[in-house]
């Protein structure tokens, strides 16, 4: 299938009420060290809704008015290195694109020879994939299908906003698009309330991005439903009743699979960096849509990981996901927590990095014909420094969770799927 996606001039989207302003926004310590990194996502909607990209864009235009920092520029801030917002109205990239393909027939990730890989037309991305100063902070485009279905691909400074907070966004240029009067969600980007960022993230920010780009194979994977249930009634009989999630069982099953295939030693460390959402951990105030992310490292030999009884690795997940809070509540670091997280640089292909796009609300926005039917994203390989999934991506009327993820070397890619088959 060869690409057929026909783009138009891109454009520039300004506040459609634009009050002359000269005001600042520091970053928070949440945002700091995101500043150049690109974040990329794609809302899929099969309903046809009336001018989709003239309907897109003048709702884009009203909800700039709201969220007026994402249509400024990051600028030096007051210290050496910080940074901070200029909300100065410059604007935001629009595209509008279409193509004489139906969405039935897009293979969006589809690894056979010649095929196309749809998402790379259905965004707008930053030179060399990286965030400069002077760009833009949110690049969107709207691609129509000959069926009537469109994609919404946006593409935004990772430092202006997290996954939840870009959702918060696209549901408000929906409900404006839609003609609400205004947004339902009151937007806040400043929130003096919050806490600093745990001095083990920040490391562990500082070794990710200090590591050396790779390339790991791109794929997506849909983990059953079946095997999903059947590994959270396992564990709540063994625990006593306790329960497990979706993304602790998905997780489980992750780890254990790539440790099998990606290690060899078994006396090799095995980590796992679990990033997690943390707004009602810190108390963010509602409509806050900066940065709220925060995570924990989990090391395990990579035998103890890859033979282990999986009811045994969903107990350590669920043990780290109970750190988080605590973590963030006293701000603190172990004494050990510089010399593990250093181990990222000398072991990055023996870490996973996990997240989740679960309950996030990026399959809430909605322009005029419902919600998507499927939500995506996607991490450009130059920044793809340690091996990551992103799972638990909604897919209506797909059973089970996908995942989509950049984990594996392409010679450990068929290895890796046979070890996810055979839990099914």
Known sequence: MS???????????????????TSNIDLHSF?????????TCFLVFDHPIDEPVETIKKGLSRALVYYSPIAGRLAAGAGNGELRVECNGEGVVFVAASTDRALNEAKFFDRSPGAMTLPDDLAVYY????????DPLLLMQVTVFSCGGFVVGVTWNHA????????????????????????????IRWDDSLPGIPPTIAIAQQSMTGLASQDFAFFDYTIPSSLISRIKAEFRD??????????????????????????SDPEAP????????????VGAKDGYYGNCVSGQLVMATSGSVANGDIMGIV??????????PKRLKHNNIDS?????????????????????????????ASFGGGRPVRVMCRARAPHMTVPSCVACLPWKGKDGANVLTRCVREEHVNAFLGELARFT
């Open 3 to 21: 690409s057929t996606v026909m783009k138009s001039l891109p454009v520039v989207i300004r506040p459609a009420e634009l009050e002359m302003t």
């Open 31 to 39: 945002d700091k060290g995101l500043g150049d990194m690109p974040a």
């Open 127 to 134: 030179p060399d994939d990286k965030c400069g100063r002077t």
């Open 160 to 187: 202006i906003a997290d996954g939840a907070g870009m959702a918060q966004f696209l549901q408000a240029v929906g409900e404006l698009a839609r003609g609400l009067p205004a947004p339902s969600v009151i937007p």
């Open 238 to 263: 063994h625990a006593n009743g306790q329960p497990c999630t979706v993304f602790e069982a998905v997780t489980a099953v992750l780890w254990q699979c790539r440790t099998r295939v990606a290690i």
């Open 270 to 281: 095995a980590l796992l960096f679990i990033v997690a959402n943390v707004r009602k951990h």
């Open 315 to 324: 107990k350590m997940i669920k043990g780290a996901k109970e750190q988080i």
């Open 336 to 364: 050990g927590g510089r010399e593990r997280h250093g181990d990222m640089l000398r072991y990055n292909y023996n870490l996973l990095s996990v997240s989740s796009m679960r309950n996030i609300g990026l399959d809430e």
